[in-house]
C-alpha cells in the first residue's frame, strides 16, 4: 500500500512538472522577448505562377486596411511579410513633438487588421527614451530573417541638413510576428532608410553617406562599411543577390562638379569586390534623386531593379562567379522618364510588372516587361488619383497578390495612409 501510495504521489509530482513545463513553454512562445534559441525558419518563397492572359493585363486595385483608423500620414514603402502570410506596413507621422512610426499587421485571409506598437512607446519600454525624441518614419522593408523574427528600422528628419544627421539618428528592430512588443537591436547616428536579409545577415543602409551595416543574427554582432554619397543624396533601396552580396549606389562629384554614380559590390565580409557603372541613375545635378527605388528576385537568382530615372539594371552571375551588372534601358522606352517603385514578377521568369509613374504628367500606368524580347507594354491607370503617392513594394501573399501602399493626399488639409492589394483578375 505505501509502495502503491509513493507512486501515486511521484506520478502527481511528475504531472504537475510536465504541466508547469508546457505552461512555460507556451509563454515563451507567445512571449515578445525573441530567443536565440527559436529553431531557424525557412526563406520566404514568393507565390510565382504559369503565365496566362491576365497577366497581360492590368491588375485589379482594391483597397484594404479601412478596417480600423490607420494613424500617420504615409506608407512609404515599407511593406514586408512573415511566414504565415500576414503582409506588414510601417506607418509614418509627420515631424512633430514626440512624432512616431506605427506598425500594422494585415490578414489576407481574414481581411483584417492590426496595429502593433510604435517607435517611441518602444523606445520608452527599452529604457532608450529621451526628452523631445521623434522616431517619426518606419522607412524600410519589414524582412523575415532564419530565426523566425521580422528585422525593421525607424528614424526622423529632426534637425537634418544636407551635412548633418538627423537628430535621433536610426533604430534597427526586431520581433516576433505576432508580438505587442518589438526587441531594440542597436541605434545609429545616421538615418537608416533601407533593410535587406540574406542568410544569417541583416543589412540597412544609413544616410548621410550611404553607411551600410551588417548585423549577425546567430553573434548579434554588428559591422559596417562607408560606400559614400554626395551630400543630400540617399538612396531608398539597396539589393542582394543569391550569392549574399550585396550592391549599394556610391555618388561623388566629378573634377567638374558633375555626379558621377557607381554600384559598390559588397561580400559578406564587407569587403568590396567589384565597382559597376551605372550609366542611367543620376537625372539631374540636385540630390532628390530616389536612387534604387524597385527590385525583384528571380527564380534563377537574378535581380532585376529600377532607378528614379526611369532605367532598368540585371544582376546576374556568370559561371566563373563574377557578378555582372547590365544596363537594359528604359523599363519602358515610351517615357523619358517613369517612376516604377513596385516590382513584381509573376511567374518569377520571363516576366516583370510594376506600378510606374509618368514624372511629367503624374499619371499612373502599369507597366508590363517581358525579359526574353526586352518588349514593353503599359496601361493607363486612370482610377488611381494623381494624388495620392504611391511608392516602392516588393511585397506579395500566398495567393499572388501584390501589395502597394502611400499617401492619400486628396484632402490636403489631411493626407492618409493607403494601402491597395492588387490582384489579377481570374479569367
Known amino acids: 500500500m505505501k509502495n502503491t501510495l509513493a507512486l501515486s504521489r511521484a506520478i502527481s509530482r511528475s504531472l504537475a512538472v510536465c504541466a508547469i513545463l508546457a505552461i512555460f513553454t507556451t509563454l515563451s512562445a507567445c512571449s515578445d522577448k525573441p530567443n536565440g534559441a527559436n529553431k531557424l525558419v525557412k526563406p520566404i518563397n514568393h507565390s510565382t505562377k504559369p503565365l496566362s492572359d491576365k497577366h497581360f493585363r492590368p491588375p485589379r486595385f482594391t483597397q484594404v486596411g479601412n478596417d480600423i483608423s490607420l494613424p500617420g500620414l504615409a506608407i512609404w514603402g515599407a511593406t514586408g511579410r512573415d511566414n504565415n502570410n500576414r503582409i506588414f506596413v510601417g506607418l509614418s507621422s509627420a515631424a512633430y513633438d514626440d512624432a512616431t512610426a ?13 496595429l502593433q506598437s510604435d517607435a517611441i512607446t518602444q523606445l520608452q519600454r527599452a529604457n532608450l527614451y529621451k526628452e523631445n525624441m521623434r522616431q517619426s518614419t518606419l522607412h524600410s522593408k519589414i524582412m523575415s530573417a532564419p530565426d523566425g523574427l521580422l528585422y ?3 528614424f526622423d528628419y529632426s534637425g537634418q541638413t544636407e551635412r548633418r544627421n538627423p537628430t535621433w539618428g536610426g533604430h534597427m528592430w526586431r520581433k516576433f510576428p505576432d508580438a505587442e512588443n518589438w526587441e531594440h537591436v542597436f541605434e545609429t547616428n545616421e538615418a537608416l532608410i533601407a533593410l535587406n536579409v540574406h542568410g544569417r545577415f541583416v543589412y540597412t543602409l544609413g544616410y548621410w553617406g550611404h553607411v551600410l551595416y551588417q548585423y549577425d543574427t546567430q553573434s548579434q554582432s554588428q559591422s559596417k562599411i562607408n560606400i559614400g554619397s554626395v551630400q543630400g543624396h540617399r538612396s531608398r533601396n539597396f539589393v542582394i543577390n543569391s550569392a549574399g552580396h550585396i550592391f549599394v549606389p556610391r555618388t561623388e562629384l566629378d573634377a567638374n562638379g558633375k555626379v558621377t554614380s557607381v554600384l559598390v559590390e559588397v561580400n559578406e565580409q564587407l569587403g568590396i569586390t567589384d565597382v559597376h557603372p551605372l550609366p542611367d541613375y543620376w537625372a539631374d545635378d540636385t540630390n532628390d534623386n530616389h536612387g534604387i527605388i524597385g527590385y525583384v528576385k528571380m527564380n534563377n537568382g537574378d535581380v532585376y531593379f529600377t532607378v528614379s530615372t526611369g532605367g532598368l539594371y540585371q544582376v546576374t552571375q556568370s559561371l566563373t562567379g563574377r557578378h555582372e551588372v547590365n544596363y537594359l534601358g528604359k523599363f519602358d522606352p515610351a517615357f523619358e522618364e517613369s517612376y516604377i517603385a513596385s516590382l513584381f514578377s ?3 521568369e520571363s516576366m516583370i510588372v510594376g506600378l510606374g509613374r509618368d514624372t511629367k504628367t503624374k499619371a499612373y500606368y502599369w ?14 491607370l486612370p482610377e488611381l488619383s494623381t494624388k495620392q503617392l504611391l511608392y516602392g513594394s516588393v511585397t506579395t501573399d500566398n495567393a499572388g497578390n501584390m501589395y502597394i ?8 488639409e489631411s493626407p492618409k495612409p493607403i494601402i491597395y492589394k492588387v490582384s489579377f483578375a481570374e479569367e
Request: hydrophobic fraction near 25%; charge should be negative.
Open 367 to 380: 507597366h508590363i516587361r517581358e525579359l526574353t524580347t526586352g518588349l514593353s507594354v503599359n496601361y493607363p
Open 346 to 348: 509573376p511567374n518569377g
Open 405 to 412: 501602399v502611400g499617401q492619400n493626399s486628396e484632402d490636403p
Open 152 to 154: 525593421f528600422t525607424s
Open 102 to 114: 506605427h506598425l500594422l499587421m494585415y490578414d489576407p485571409v481574414t481581411n483584417t487588421s492590426k
